[in-house]
């Protein structure tokens, strides 16, 4: 029995350092962030008085506020589906190139993994130079149209869903992959003797299989989403004309270091939408596999 | 039947090219555009598609090092090899307390009970799932409480831990047979020389894969260090990166240099560990 509690003591004290550290960083500041919400915060003076919900009204009255929650919810319910069907696509072609050819495929198509999303951001900010770019000499050359893709409020938010995809790919296609390889082959074979065609297959099999790993994808994406700003920043910085100013370039560009009870306050309310949209998507979409 | 399923293949092989070109072209346009000079990339004298790719001269190293010295005019003397620097102290500094951290809760998590291991375990979660960003504001107000604005502490603050190495770690633990650590105790070694000598040994393959991704979110993180650095000589690579972005008329030779110098760290590294980075991404959504 002693050694009993000996053991409950030793295996606490092994995860104590890195709880303590949690609530350091992460606990204490969440904490925080829900009070700094409810108050007027000055930093300098490093005084709260409590305010109720006059940061959210305050907030909710302002015209950036909700063209910016606009401008989010659009860019997260089309580069989601975009970046999701890509990754689904590579990876269900990846599985099927076997041996080293595979092997350097996959290789390749994971580099933008290790490119930051600031420097993807100015990466095709060049790439898609309205003059200068690679993609309008391309398009020049064939005497296609050439659009201004950053440059122009019509499709700079287009754009920067153009260069999410390219940097969101690879983690994606790699989860995915994960799951259909470990799918048991016999499961394909056996269809496809029983004469079931590849896209049946696809559809039938290779899809409720990887649920857990799609549903994992989903809710990271949609996080990533909501919060995207880096890749923003560096190629925009939230224009043209604030069409691509996103929550999180909002927060940045207007909040911070001007009312911190304000930012605080579209923290949260950001906080408390992705936990009701995360903890859906986990509990409606999500089915239990068994192969 | 047959013919159908030709066209489906084609279809497919053409997307797939797309998407590998899509993937690749401005690894390739970074790598050149850096030995451009600014009369090539603003296509004067007027010059063939082929010319606006190919650099006329591969031994122009103009914009790599005036960035790298410091004196392309948006760096206002600030050499960038300066970030490159802070980044490395950055990266490595806090690469040892994290992985601590994370393989002795690992092991916590994996291999004991104790009342309320689940409540924290779950609290843990919570740390993968909600981004750093949204709970930043009041770290940066603690940071700035504490003195640490523009030091290596204050930007390090946020990655001395890693819940996805916790997690990672922990799915490699639980699979070890107990009795290895039975024998240990029998023995007679205390429970952290089990800890040291018997379970971390075991746990090279994950470690390696949670330090080369590690190096790598901690190597591109933006967000934080935007917050927390504003005096040039403590920027980190990515801030040091985006001075070339601000300008109406972008000098893209030197951003493109820029981004390449940034990226060549990386680039070393995934070479040589591009395979544990895979099997470590792939391993975690089926586990997950």
Redesign the interface.
């Known amino acids: 029995m002693k050694t009993k509690y000996k ?9 104590l ?3 303590l ?2 609530i350091f ?6 904490i ?2 829900f009070i ?1 919400a409810t108050c007027k ?1 000055n ?1 300098m003076m ?1 005084t709260k008085t409590f305010i109720g919900m006059q940061n959210f009204r305050n907030l909710f009255s302002r015209d950036y506020f909700w063209q910016s929650l606009t401008i989010t919810i659009q860019f997260a319910l089309m580069s989601v589906p975009l970046v999701m069907m ?1 990754d689904l ?2 990876a269900d ?1 990846l599985a099927k190139v076997k041996g080293k050819k595979g092997n350097i ?23 898609l ?1 309205p ?2 770019g ?1 993609y309008n ?2 398009l020049n ?1 064939f005497h296609l149209p050439q659009p201004l893709w950053l440059r122009s409020p019509a499709t700079a938010l287009y754009s920067t869903m153009l260069i999410t995809l ?1 940097i969101r ?1 690879p ?1 994606g296609t ?6 259909i ?2 799918i048991p082959e016999q499961l394909n074979e056996a269809a496809s003797l029983d004469g079931v ?3 049946q297959r696809f559809l039938k099999i290779t899809l409720p299989l990887i649920n ?2 799609l549903i ?2 989903l ?1 990271l994406e949609t ?2 989403a909501f ?1 995207a ?2 890749q923003i ?3 925009t ?1 939230g224009g043209p004309a604030g069409s691509t100013r996103t929550l ?1 370039i909002y927060l ?1 560009k207007d909040l ?1 270091n001007t009312d ?1 009870g304000m ?2 306050a579209l ?1 949260v309310l ?2 408390i939408v ?1 936990f009701i949209i ?1 903890l859906l998507q986990q509990t409606l979409l999500k089915r239990k596999v068994d192969y | 039947m047959n013919k159908r399923t030709t066209i489906g293949q084609t279809v497919s092989r053409l997307l797939l090219l797309t998407f590998f070109i899509f993937t690749l072209v401005p690894f390739i346009m970074v790598f050149f555009t850096s030995f451009k000079t600014t009369m090539e990339i603003n296509n004067m004298p007027y010059r063939t598609l082929w010319h606006r790719i190919i650099p006329d001269d591969f031994t122009n190293f103009q914009n790599i090092r005036s960035v790298f010295n410091g004196s392309a005019s948006q760096l206002n003397g600030v050499p960038f090899y300066t970030f490159i620097i802070n980044s490395l102290i950055v990266t490595f500094v806090s690469l040892f307390p994290s992985l601590i951290l994370a393989a002795t809760s690992a092991y916590g998590f994996a291999k004991f009970n104790f009342p309320g291991k689940n409540v924290i375990f779950y609290m843990f979660l919570g740390l993968v799932m909600v981004p750093m960003e949204m709970i930043s504001i009041p770290l940066f107000m603690t940071v700035s409480k504490l003195n640490l604005i523009n030091t290596y502490v204050g930007i390090m603050i946020p990655s001395f831990i890693s819940a996805f190495g916790t997690f990672l770690l922990k799915e490699s633990i639980e699979p070890l047979s107990d009795s290895y650590i039975e024998a240990g105790r029998i023995d007679g070694a205390g429970e952290f020389q089990i800890f040291r000598k018997l379970i971390m040994p075991m746990l090279s393959g994950p470690l390696v894969t949670l330090i080369v991704i590690k190096c790598t979110w901690c190597w591109n993180d933006f967000f934080w260090p935007l917050l927390v650095v504003s005096e040039e000589s403590m920027k980190t690579v990515t801030l040091g990166l985006s001075k070339f972005s601000n300008d109406l008329f972008k000098e893209y030779g030197q951003l493109n240099a820029a981004v390449l110098l940034s990226l060549l760290p990386l680039l070393i590294v995934f070479i040589i560990s591009h395979r544990q980075i895979k099997v470590g991404l792939m391993g975690a959504g089926v586990k997950g």
């Open positions: 053991y409950m003591l030793t295996g606490f004290l092994f995860v350092p890195s709880f550290y949690y960083v992460f606990l204490y500041p969440l925080l962030s700094n915060v930093l490093g890509v696509f590579v072609c495929l996959t290789t390749l198509s994971f580099l933008p993994f290790i490119v930051s999303m600031a420097a993807a951001g100015m990466v095709w900010d060049w790439l130079d003059n200068l690679l000499s391309l050359l390219w790919a983690f790699m989860i995915l992959l994960g799951g390889q470990n065609s590849g896209l857990p790993q994992m994808v809710t996080i990533f919060k700003f880096d920043f560096t190629s910085g999180m940045i911070f911190y930012a605080s923290t950001l906080l992705l995360s």
